[in-house]
């Protein structure tokens, strides 16, 4: 059985000495008016929050495409550090063992934040690491922006003042060390090897202090790596009329048995110089040139300053 609901209610308030307030409503306005009421401030806030969530998307958007930028200039950064190490090895200086020179010197990648938190304020070192091996969504892209803008002086001064000149230096002695063939073209064959072999001028053995290189009476014979002459001439040793290059950082280059000397001493050359013509002079069996690289006064095989 359904309740029965009554079409209208009456309320009466009654204070004593006085005439009751009667009310009289019909339940069904009722609840349609509480119902309108109620609907105003729902309206009101779902507006509110609509315009929010529409901010809020304009804002990730943003946001996103900051921390895009960010990203991109932190990958560059990378990279550019990467070349830097590279560029270090190649130059020879120990990364670590190398106290930095100018405050903010060798150690980019302990520069990521534009400057370490005082004490009390919040650490951001954590989330500056977070830069590295993936880019933390947690970061605020502007944040990562300034890490990685901040980073840029410091790897150009470390560019310029410690690696360049560095590079620099080590490229002139890469240019000392000899290298390549001392005869140019054809017919050129290596006919005794670096190290121990018999004596072929008597019994027992010796060790060969170069590569013999034949090839056709009166070839050019070329400098190996830029220097000074420091020998031109006649040999008591049974070199013959031979040439001795001093290049520098330990590494001379001597050439035997020539028919004939094309430099004097004391002369400073040029890679590829001519500096005589294959003979037989000297202690020789036959037309060739004995090549000999020395490294800080020992004999070192020539084969490894071939190429
Ligand atoms: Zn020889």
């Known amino acids: 059985m359904n309740p029965r609901i009554p079409k209208r209610y009456t309320l009466m308030i009654a204070c004593t000495g006085r005439s009751p307030i009667t009310l009289s409503f019909r339940p069904a306005l009722v609840l349609t008016a509480l119902a309108v009421v109620a609907a105003i401030p729902t309206i009101g806030l779902g507006k509110v929050f609509y315009n929010y969530t529409q901010r809020n998307i304009s804002l990730t958007e943003e946001n996103s495409a900051l921390a895009e930028q960010a990203k991109e200039i932190l990958e560059q950064v990378e990279v550019l550090e990467a070349q830097i190490g590279d560029l270090q090895q190649r130059a020879g200086m120990e990364d670590a063992a190398d106290p930095p020179e100018q405050g903010q010197g060798d150690r980019p990648r302990s520069l990521l934040l534009p400057q370490s938190p005082r004490p009390g304020e919040p650490g951001l070192q954590s989330e500056a690491n977070s830069f590295r091996g993936g880019l933390s969504p947690a970061v605020p892209p502007e944040l990562m922006l300034q890490a990685a803008q901040a980073q840029i ?130 202690r020789s069996s036959g037309p060739h040139l004995h090549y000999g690289v020395y490294y800080n006064g020992q004999p070192i095989d020539p084969k490894d300053h071939l190429d």
């Open 153 to 282: 002086p410091s790897l150009l001064q470390q560019l310029q003042q410690r690696v360049q000149p560095a590079l620099e230096k080590t490229l002139v002695r890469e240019e000392a060390r000899p290298h390549g063939m001392p005869l140019k073209g054809q017919g050129v064959a290596i006919s005794s090897e670096f190290g121990l072999r018999r004596n072929p001028f008597g019994g027992g053995y010796e060790l060969h202090q170069g590569l013999d290189f034949t090839a056709a009476y009166g070839t050019p014979i070329y400098a190996t790596a830029p220097g000074r002459v420091v020998t031109a001439g006649w040999s008591q040793g049974g070199y013959g009329y031979h040439v001795i290059v001093d290049h520098g950082y330990g590494y001379r280059t001597l050439y035997a048995h020539m028919t004939k000397v094309e430099v004097t001493e004391g002369t400073k050359i040029e890679r590829d110089r001519l500096v005589g013509y294959l003979g037989s002079t000297g």
